[in-house]
């Protein structure tokens, strides 16, 4: 292969395999790490990776056919060397001594004979005067390995700013801070500027040209070639041909990329590029593409025809492409799973085995009501009531063969207290009213007037008696929609006077004098963002600006304690569905989970690329499920920390998730009005829901899992067929396999009802034990 390194796109005078420069930096790396003297930042700057097909395939093979593109200054008759050349040949020098020294001759012979080199290479003295950039002073045979070291991190002579691949361009000046430096230096290498426009028209009237069925899926690649190239010729400082090449191309791109267009416009000087989050996500993860085995081949072989290193460079760098045998896909089916910043998922990162299974209820008697004990009395013998139960509990005895056992992750044992209300939800169930296309649910709304101090987060109490909402003024209030009003503990001086062996102890300790039907929490210095009630009704969970979560008891109302991990805003907090762990994200793009008595995270779950948006736990509290801005929602292991599941396809930032009572399915929402249904099991997409004209807030199941409810900001409530949506399924193995399902247009056919509210967005949206639906928002004159 004929090796590109130089500003002016000429190639070299000399030939070696690019898989020998990888594996000379590979054995450089050895080097050093045997010199003791590699921190993690060196080991960085000197990691090579072989760029890979999506089976793992290395395609510097198929590169070798490609040398310098017919229309560079190469082909003008200028065959100068490389600025980059007597780098890569110092590096090879210095690794065939390595070798020598460490008595593999074999080895190093091999290597002299592939690269080209002369026979003097392996003789020490030969090697000081054959390689010019060496120096003197430099004892190769005997050189330590920071001497190695400075050979592959140092600039080529001549102020080339051109590294060699794999390696970091160092900068004397000190304006770009290291990690910037890592992620911007690979811009370097480019071609003639003014030859960016024909190699991106050319591959575009190719892929117009082919045939339909492949057509779709090749288009993919246009995007993240858009950006680098247009980021290449900014780095470069080659101001003037950016800005014509993103005015040709950038109505090319698909209509969801427009925001990320819109940030990419402004970014016209190198020095805008530094410290530009959205860049450098954008530079340090590779996209994914997943493409059928004959539409690569036809790319491949255009590519190599048109001998076009620049674009193939892109690829080869930027892209991952995720190969596939079968019938290429759709154009629908590419664009229901394409919008977010970094393509799609990698069909392994969904292979997981995951628990979704729901954990056996623990066995707890019913006592019996005023009738059972007529009945008894009549009869002479009890009369056992049988709580009806839904889909959220298993309906026999047997353990879900999908389920997690019951020890995976410790949980809290039940208390009196959660006994008591375990029994008092099993009542309420056998009165629970069936919802279906025929026997929809009455909708109560709340609607909080005069919030002119902007009412940000709202949530209820699983038995729905309170109702709790956040302020951007840094506010927390909790009402009662009970007739029973709020009332604080007594103080420690009259609960000292309490009888503590009372049967109505618990009533006692309760201050009459404080009864109000609210109660209004201080404590948070900027905007709360989150709250989240206890399953157990004693503590309220609050995220804020401030970048704190705060844990409140709602027997003191008072703020009991301050998690401090973040260090930016917190978005959204939720308490496990058994209590005790709690999950919170933020600006920082983590998400963190707790347990209430340690003020540290047990665990950060880092993958997304930007903001953490929304939580929510997994009906059975093994699984943490996180919607971001980068327009992916992340399945986590909350045993092992692991991502799971990775699902692509909303084209804007995630709002609302919800899990299926069953534990089987997942709900989300976004900026893009759309709802998307994603089998976890099967790690699928597997129904998309279109409706709303507004950015969608909050999403709920009802309790028996037939109905599902959204709320947007375009002041309406939308009721969905989820039984038909999930009973029309059919995942086979070819879908498995190949990670895509042909979705149905079927939306309004699963749209069950529009309910629309005068000018309130609804914020929240909550099912009661008997599937009265609840819906929360301010009123917005």
Same mark, same amino acid.
């Given at each position: ?434 919802? %279906?296309?025929?026997? +929809?649910? &009455?909708?109560?709304?709340? =609607?909080? *007037?005069?919030? $002119?101090? /902007? ?91 401030? %970048?704190?979560?705060? +844990?409140? &008891?709602?027997?003191?109302? =008072?703020? *009991?304690?301050? $998690?401090? /991990? ?216």
């Amino acid at each position: 292969m004929l090796l590109n390194q130089s500003g002016d796109s000429t190639s070299c005078n000399w030939r070696f395999p690019f898989f020998n420069l990888a594996h000379a930096h590979f054995i450089l790396k050895m080097a050093a790490v045997q010199g003791s003297i590699v921190d993690a930042k060196d080991e960085a700057d000197i990691k090579t990776e072989p760029a890979t097909d999506g089976f793992g395939n290395n395609h510097a093979n198929d590169a070798g056919v490609l040398s310098a593109s017919p229309g560079s200054s190469a082909a003008a008759g200028n065959n100068k060397p490389a600025a980059g050349a007597p780098e890569d040949q110092q590096t090879l020098l210095a690794v065939l001594q390595f070798l020598r020294k460490n008595k593999l001759s074999e080895s190093a012979e091999i290597l002299r004979r592939e690269a080209g080199l002369p026979e003097e290479a392996l003789d020490p003295k030969g090697a000081d005067s054959a390689g010019s950039g060496l120096g003197s002073g430099a004892d190769v045979d005997g050189g330590d390995a920071s001497a190695l070291l400075s050979r592959v991190t140092v600039s080529a002579p001549g102020g080339a700013k051109a590294p060699t691949k794999g390696t970091v361009h160092s900068n004397s000046s000190g304006e770009d801070q290291p990690d910037v430096n890592v992620v911007l230096s690979a811009y370097s290498q480019q071609g003639d500027p003014a030859l960016y426009e024909v190699y991106y028209s050319g591959l575009k009237k190719f892929i117009e040209s082919v045939l339909d069925c492949h057509r779709a899926e090749l288009s993919q690649v246009f995007y993240p070639l858009f950006v680098h190239m247009y980021l290449e010729l900014v780095y470069n400082n080659h101001e003037g041909e950016a800005k014509a090449f993103f005015e040709k191309f950038s109505g090319d791109q698909e209509c969801y990329y427009e925001e990320d267009l819109r940030i990419l416009s402004s970014l016209t000087k190198k020095e805008h590029m530094r410290g530009n989050e959205t860049l450098l996500d954008f530079r340090t993860s590779k996209f994914v593409l997943r493409i059928s085995r004959d539409s690569y081949q036809l790319l491949k072989r255009h590519l190599q025809e048109r001998q076009n290193n620049q674009i193939w460079n892109i690829i080869q760098e930027h892209l991952y492409i995720d190969i596939f045998d079968g019938m290429p896909r759709s154009k629908s089916q590419i664009d229901a799973m394409s919008g977010s910043l970094a393509g799609e998922a990698k069909r392994e990162a969904n292979k997981a085995k995951v628990y979704y299974g729901l954990l056996k209820e623990p066995e707890i008697e019913l006592p019996l009501d005023d009738e059972d004990e007529e009945a008894e009395n009549e009869e002479g013998k009890p009369k056992k009531k049988k709580p009806k139960k839904d889909s959220t509990g298993s309906k026999s005895k047997k353990q879900d063969p999908n389920a997690p056992s019951q020890t995976r992750i410790p949980l809290p044992e039940l208390k009196d207290s959660d006994k008591l209300d375990k029994i008092m939800y099993m009542k309420e169930s056998t009165k629970r009213i069936r919802l %279906g296309p025929d026997n +929809l649910p &009455s909708i109560c709304f709340y =609607t909080f *007037l005069n919030a $002119y101090q /902007g009412l940000t987060a709202v949530d209820v109490t699983d038995d729905s008696s309170l109702i709790a909402g956040g302020f951007a003024d840094s506010t927390v209030r909790v009402w009662s929609v009970t007739p029973k009003k709020l009332r604080k503990v007594k103080t420690a001086a009259d609960l000292n006077l309490i009888d503590k062996e009372s049967d109505d102890v618990l009533e006692r300790i309760m201050d009459d004098k404080t009864a109000s039907e609210s109660k209004c929490l201080y404590g948070h210095s900027g905007p709360v963002y989150g709250i989240s009630f206890s399953p157990d009704r004693n503590y309220l969970l609050s995220c804020s600006e401030d %970048g704190t979560v705060r +844990l409140w &008891s709602l027997l003191t109302f =008072t703020c *009991l304690v301050g $998690y401090k /991990g973040h260090n930016y805003p917190v978005w959204d907090t939720q308490f496990s569905p058994y209590g005790y762990y709690f999950i919170s994200g933020g600006h920082d793009r983590v998400a963190r989970l707790w347990v209430t008595d340690h003020h540290q995270p047990l665990r950060i779950f880092a993958g997304h690329l930007a903001d953490v948006t929304c939580t929510r736990f997994h009906p059975n509290a093994n699984y943490v499920a996180t919607g971001s801005s980068d327009r992916t929602i992340r399945l986590w292991d909350v045993l092992t920390g692991n991502c799971v599941r990775i699902f692509t396809g909303h084209k804007g930032p995630i709002h609302a998730l919800a899990f299926s009572p069953n534990g089987k399915f997942l709900a989300s929402g976004a900026t893009d009005g759309r709802v998307l249904l994603w089998d976890i099991g099967h790690g699928l997409m597997v129904g998309e829901l279109k409706g709303h004209t507004e950015c969608i807030y909050s999403l709920r199941f009802s309790r028996d899992g037939e109905i599902l409810g959204s709320g947007s900001m375009d002041n309406t409530v939308r009721l969905w067929d989820a039984t038909k949506a999930f009973d029309d399924l059919e995942t086979d193995d070819f879908t498995a396999a190949t990670g895509h399902i042909h979705l149905q247009d079927n939306s309004q056919e699963l749209l069950l009802g529009t309910y629309m509210t005068k000018s309130t967005p609804v914020v929240h949206l909550h099912f009661t034990r008997r599937n009265l639906l609840l819906a929360a928002g301010a009123y917005n004159p």
